[in-house]
């Protein structure tokens, strides 16, 4: 629906350009240049709410643009959604000649917030009544921050209802995770936006390239960071395989159980740093297991008294800190073993993804037959004493529409 929607505004913008000519051609050039470096330097960038940030800049900045060197510009709505569109999908022909292509989802929400801060106001300004009411004093600056105040919380809205949509979790911890963003990325891309437009509008276009300098610098930052997550999230995955390689484990459990962990979390509403820890603590919840001189079959450690159980978790829990992991990770590996009740949602999500693991490959104690079904109905059975009613029925709705999260967070 989105991508339907931002698809004939494109195409009725760029055929509305093309019949009319292109107005103040040397300033739609410039921006749409700058929009172009932006795609490109989304090369390897590490955010991913906001994978072109100076892209984005200079599209709000081309959109709030009222006067170049004191000069008033005449675009309109339409004229600001071609270049924009034009200047992406050129930015995009590296990507897509690597196999890199643009997600569409990213594209649309770039014409829909660019024309939505264009509409706000180049009508008023084109029109003379924004000079009448606020002038061009610091007023006018206050309607350009507000203007793409409420651009960002359209994003916001637009994301969240699209990732809704794609995904059935629930809207209001997408929404908060969206809002969450907009004071990293997002506020710089806005107010780099919003300084581009002013700055043009009294020393040139010659201001671009000063005022890009910064988020250039900001997005390499972010960059470096993304890097060192990721770093990361590789050494926590190369922890959690060594059980599997010492042979407690079976080959891929703790991965299964990290995707499933975050897949409920996100069902059941939790913020990306709950979510994050969950994923990490899924990653390493076996790692006490090391400490046995002799494995478990098939790293089902249910068999074991509960004293013994304890144990584990807690030695487990005692690796997890030596890492200098997050103290929340450890927590909750150490409560794997506690009564569910006893436990914080987290430690509640990884156990009944382990236990579902385990008793769908027809492991346990037990020696139920395997498969979905049968491993969720044990669950369920089970949910009196050992697993969380709504973590159960979560994991179901999770596992009915196949909603594993694929995009790790490290």
Not at 93 to 112: E, I, K, Q, T
Not at 369 to 389: F, H, K, M, S, V
Request: charged share 15%; proline share 5%.
């Amino acid at each position: 629906m989105t991508n339907g929607v931002a698809g004939l505004i494109a195409a009725v913008s760029v055929g509305w350009t093309l019949w009319h000519g292109v107005t103040e051609g040397r300033v739609a050039l410039v921006f749409g240049v700058l929009v172009v470096l932006g795609e490109l330097a989304r090369w390897g960038s590490g955010t991913q709410r906001e994978p072109a940030p100076l892209g984005a800049a200079g599209a709000l900045a081309y959109a709030l643009l009222g006067e170049n060197a004191g000069r008033a510009t005449h675009h309109g709505v339409l004229q600001v959604i071609a270049v924009v569109v034009a200047a992406a999908l050129v930015g995009a022909v590296p990507h897509v000649a690597l196999g890199r292509g643009p997600v569409l989802g990213h594209l649309a929400r770039r014409v829909l917030t660019v024309g939505f801060a264009a509409a706000c106001f180049q009508p008023l300004y084109n029109s003379g009544k924004l000079g009448e009411w606020v002038g061009h004093g610091p007023y006018f600056a206050l309607v350009i921050v507000a203007v793409l105040a409420l651009t960002a919380l359209c994003d916001a809205v637009l994301a969240a209802a699209t990732a809704h949509a794609r995904t059935r979790w629930p809207f209001g911890p997408l929404l908060r995770d969206e809002l969450r963003a907009l004071l990293g990325i997002g506020s710089a891309v806005c107010a780099t936006g919003a300084v581009m437009a002013l700055a043009v509008a009294v020393a040139g276009l010659w201001a671009l390239p000063v005022f890009s300098l910064p988020l250039l610098l900001t997005q390499l930052s972010f960059r470096r960071y993304a890097a060192v997550r990721a770093t990361y999230r590789q050494t926590m995955a190369s922890l959690a395989r060594a059980t599997e390689i010492a042979g407690y484990t079976p080959q891929g459990h703790a991965h299964r159980v990290a995707d499933l962990s975050r897949a409920v979390g996100r069902d059941l509403g939790l913020s990306e740093p709950d979510l994050t820890v969950l994923e990490h603590a899924a990653l390493m919840h076996d790692i006490g297991q090391l400490s046995l001189v002799d494995p478990v079959p098939e790293g089902a450690t249910a068999a074991l008294p509960e004293a013994e159980q304890r144990r584990i978790a807690l030695l487990g829990g005692a690796v997890v800190r030596q890492t200098g992991v997050d103290s929340a990770v450890a927590v909750v590996v150490e409560r794997q073993a506690d009564p569910y009740r006893d436990q914080p949602l987290t430690a509640r999500i990884v156990r009944t993804a382990n236990a579902y693991d385990e008793m769908a490959r027809g492991e346990g104690p037990s020696g139920a037959l395997g498969g979905p079904l049968n491993a969720l109905e044990r669950l369920r059975l089970a949910t009196g004493r050992d697993y969380q009613p709504e973590v159960v029925e979560s994991l179901a709705r999770v596992l009915s529409r196949g909603g594993l999260s694929s995009r790790p967070v490290g």
